[in-house]
């Protein structure tokens, strides 16, 4: 059976592409026109993928626009989800993070409900609670390791002691998710955000061969070029870039997919030319 | 305008009661005959509602089993809500955590949209990333410290430096709820699994004036006097002592409502007489 990181190295090697898109659907910034039909949110989110679905490695939604939109916004997603090709994998930025019977009750909703091929969790409440999600051998953990938001030192920068050794929290559970993900088949990865270049740079050191999904690319800094420089592995792959608003509200007219397209291809073509031995140096 | 913390107060002395009923929906174990109705979700929640009302200071659905059941377990959590008293408050279990524009997102999901009072959320990604969820301010926010599981350990008693001084991560975060709920309305609150007496003692003592939301509590073990005495506040208040299973599941024929209720009785007078002054010593 062909796992979560198979299917992501398939889509990334086939698209040449370490860009994920987000599918963060807002009704007050979609094109002009869209919102009038019952359908929007699968007409628009269906009309990103058909624009981008050769430059991507994945797509994400976050749940939390769908679920602000009530019962319309599970049911966009649900057909959301049916519009994107089955060799694209899908993530779930969920950051589901409880216990138990909980536990199995979110990964039954995210992996058979909706059936996606991944989701972000939170680390807090211990690895026996992410443990139902792993049950789901063909899917993928994205587990939080250093956040992109400015507060996210609060907790992740404490120094612990783990281990005997002196080190920010985030670094402790980069390497219990190491371990974790070595006594398994490779269901794990990581979050860390692209406004933590030099983390990023320590996390990929101490996860060498683990997916990373990076958020937090600013649309015109140059976090974008750190991000894949620092984030990819040694053979330039398994990072995960996602870029959301500035691709999929990049045009505001009816040809509102090709503005998108050539976003996406703006970012990738600068995207691929930062991997070593790829760029102009 | 009143606050969570308010009508936390008011339901809980109103019916003598710290006690509230977790609503985790689960098809295999509703009562015979409910099933066959697509309304079953509101149905069954409402017959524990009608049959407790009197005797409980909250009620929480733990989201994770109405996502479980797709666009039905939406539908039905939204129609479970509109069942229960306006002077009863809400929980919405929920343990998100998440940044920015997600994190508003999520708050307008559960106290717009759904409505619920107050929420659980997990702290990893910082206090910003909850700063969303505060600005409803008359609605309530539980953040998780200690949580009730086996290896909530994993991180939560990790040992850190925190001005200074050396204590337990879920201690680190016990006090910067109590500095940052200082700073606002009195808003937050604590989540602490029963299953950890000692650690719930040491947080009350942290936090003498949160409401303390605990989970864990064995249907036939000694941890609901313990939480109870633990973790209610000097005047035996401010504790939210969860029970789901052994109450609603407690019947299984066509007088499961009796069943609950009376289950629901039981367990309030174990709690009412486990407080100082009020049991047999």
């Known amino acids: 059976m062909s796992g979560f990181r198979e299917k992501l190295l398939a889509a990334s090697r086939r698209n040449d592409s370490l860009l994920c898109i987000g599918l963060d659907v807002d009704p007050r ?15 628009f989110n269906r ?29 966009g997603l649900r057909r959301t989800l049916a519009a994107i090709p089955r060799d694209i994998p899908v993530i779930a930025d969920a950051k589901r993070g409880d216990i138990g019977s909980t536990s199995e009750a979110y990964a039954r909703a995210l992996f058979e409900v909706l059936g996606f091929d991944a989701t ?18 063909d899917r993928g953990l994205l587990i939080l390791c250093k956040t992109s938001n ?16 002196r080190m920010p929290l ?14 398994r088949s490779g269901q794990c990865g ?66 509102w997919q090709q503005a998108v397209r050539a976003e996406a291809l703006r970012t990738v073509e600068r995207m691929r030319l930062s991997l070593p031995g790829r760029g102009a140096s």
Request: aromatic residues 8%; contains cysteine; proline residues 7%.
């Open 47 to 75: 009309g990103i993928v058909e624009a981008t679905s050769d430059l991507v490695c994945a797509y994400k939604p976050n749940l939390a626009f769908y679920e602000a939109l009530g019962l319309d916004g599970w049911e």
């Open 120 to 137: 972000t969790l939170t680390p807090y409440v211990g690895l026996d609670g992410l443990e139902p999600f792993l049950r789901y051998d």
């Open 29 to 43: 910034r979609v094109p002009p026109g869209l919102l009038e039909s019952p359908g929007w949110i699968e007409a």
């Open 150 to 165: 400015p507060g996210s030192g609060d907790f992740q920068d404490l120094a612990v002691e783990w281990r005997g050794q």
């Open 190 to 255: 990581l979050v860390v955000g692209a406004t933590y270049p030099s983390q990023l740079k320590e996390i990929r050191a101490l996860a060498p061969d683990l997916p990373i999904l990076i958020p937090g690319v600013g649309a015109q800094s140059r976090s974008l070029e750190e991000a894949v420089r620092l984030g990819a592995d040694q053979r330039g792959e398994l990072a995960i870039v996602n870029v959301s608003r500035s691709i999929i509200y990049a045009g505001g007219g009816t040809d």
């Open 170 to 183: 985030y670094q402790a559970v980069a390497q219990r998710v190491v371990e974790w993900n070595g006594h």
